[in-house]
């Protein structure tokens, strides 16, 4: 069974940065489409990007664009999220995801695998 187990998570000032891991097992980043979403209280989950180490493919929200950068190590099995010029409505749950098909898709419902998440919270 593919487990991620997310880190990296805190408490941040608007307009700080930080840098959450998504560690994978089953060689996951390799096989699979992995992605970011997150989760404020109240909010339905959104997507925020997603990687391709197959297909050299990456997407992301509008909303992040120029702000977040998405990686991958595939001998780590793990995946990155920079997230830089934080602001206080992205607090939230951040999870990392992965995806049975080698597609990149934006939907919760089109991915397999999660983890528990890591909690992001961006002071005012």
């Known amino acids: 069974q593919v487990q991620l187990v997310e880190s990296g998570g805190g408490l941040v000032q608007a307009g700080g940065s930080l840098r959450l891991s998504c560690a994978a097992s089953g060689r996951t980043f390799s096989r699979y489409v992995m992605g970011w979403f997150r989760q404020a209280p109240g909010k339905e989950r959104e997507f925020v990007a997603a990687i391709s180490w197959s297909g050299g493919s990456i997407l992301y929200a509008d909303s992040v664009k120029g702000r977040f950068t998405i990686s991958g190590d595939n001998v780590k099995n793990t995946v990155y999220l920079q997230m830089n010029s934080l602001k206080p409505e992205e607090t939230a749950v951040y999870s990392c995801?992965?995806?049975?098909?080698?597609?990149?898709?934006?939907?919760?419902?089109?991915?397999?695998?999660w983890g528990q998440g890591t909690q992001v919270t961006v002071s005012s």
């Open positions: 995801a992965a995806g049975g098909r080698l597609v990149l898709t934006t939907a919760p419902s089109t991915y397999d695998y």
